[in-house]
T-cell receptor, first 112, second 118 residues
Framework: DQQVKQNSPSLSVQEGRISILNCDYT??????FLWYKKYPAEGPTFLIS???IKDKNEDGRFTVFLNKSAKHLSLHIVPSQPGDSAVYFC???????????WGAGTKLIIKP | ETGVTQTPRHLVMGMTNKKSLKCEQH?????MYWYKQSAKKPLELMFV???????ENNSVPSRFSPECPNSSHLFLHLHTLQPEDSALYLC?????????????????FGSGTRLTVV
């Protein structure tokens, strides 16, 4: 049973436009959500996180939105750049267990 | 340089071979993890070490044997693997029981070892 789901295996976006990556979760006990970015043949790198007590966190071109009632979060990248082409993983953790629960990832392709 | 170094980057081994993957971190972290990433699958947590003690073993076959001699080093010993074990093996580290650190920085991953079993 996957507690963190990324239902879109891939997403293609024009350079300069907004990329929106989605993530759904089932465990209402999750209190932190994180996004990671992964290039081929490299390990994931931490991108941005959000606490469950917030509904938005912004860092430069990256904004994460959290809708607790819908158990849904999204990562917005604007404007999208070629270097953003990568696989993006959503992850979550609870207050009592500091291990991360991972989604399957979404491959983002930025078209020139 | 991510702060977590994995060697080798690539490994091809036969099913009867014995090999070891190495992971090293000098970030002052006290928790280390082995993950497996197969094509089109979520990251699979294999082992967790906290303060050099194994705290989790997610039903991993005994042909995978972890070792954590100190807080900076982690090994994954491999023997009699199967072709389906071919994958990217990732090491990660973090600060255990530090919610602020985990929520702000997450795990730090190495670049992984691409393992091919022939």
């Amino acid at each position: 049973d996957q507690q963190v789901k990324q239902n879109s295996p891939s997403l293609s976006v024009q350079e300069g436009r907004i990329s929106i990556l989605n993530c759904d979760y089932t465990n209402s006990m999750f209190d932190y959500f994180l996004w990671y970015k992964k290039y081929p043949a490299e390990g994931p790198t931490f991108l941005i996180s959000i606490s469950s007590i917030k509904d938005k966190n912004e860092d430069g071109r990256f904004t994460v939105f959290l809708n607790k009632s819908a158990k849904h979060l999204s990562l917005h990248i604007v404007p999208s750049q070629p270097g953003d082409s990568a696989v993006y993983f959503c992850a979550a953790t609870t207050d009592s267990n500091y291990q991360l629960i991972w989604g399957a990832g979404t491959k983002l392709i930025i078209k020139p | 340089e991510t702060g977590v170094t994995q060697t080798p980057r690539h490994l091809v081994m036969g099913m009867t071979n014995k090999k070891s993957l190495k992971c090293e971190q000098h970030l002052g972290h006290n928790a280390m993890y082995w993950y497996k990433q197969s094509a089109k699958k979520p990251l699979e947590l294999m082992f967790v070490y906290s303060l050099e003690e194994r705290v989790e073993n997610n039903s991993v076959p005994s042909r995978f044997s972890p070792e954590c001699p100190n807080s900076s080093h982690l090994f994954l010993h491999l023997h009699t693997l199967q072709p389906e074990d071919s994958a990217l093996y990732l090491c990660a580290s973090s600060r255990e029981n530090d919610k602020f650190y985990l929520s702000s920085y997450g795990y730090t991953f190495g670049s992984g070892t691409r393992l091919t079993v022939v």
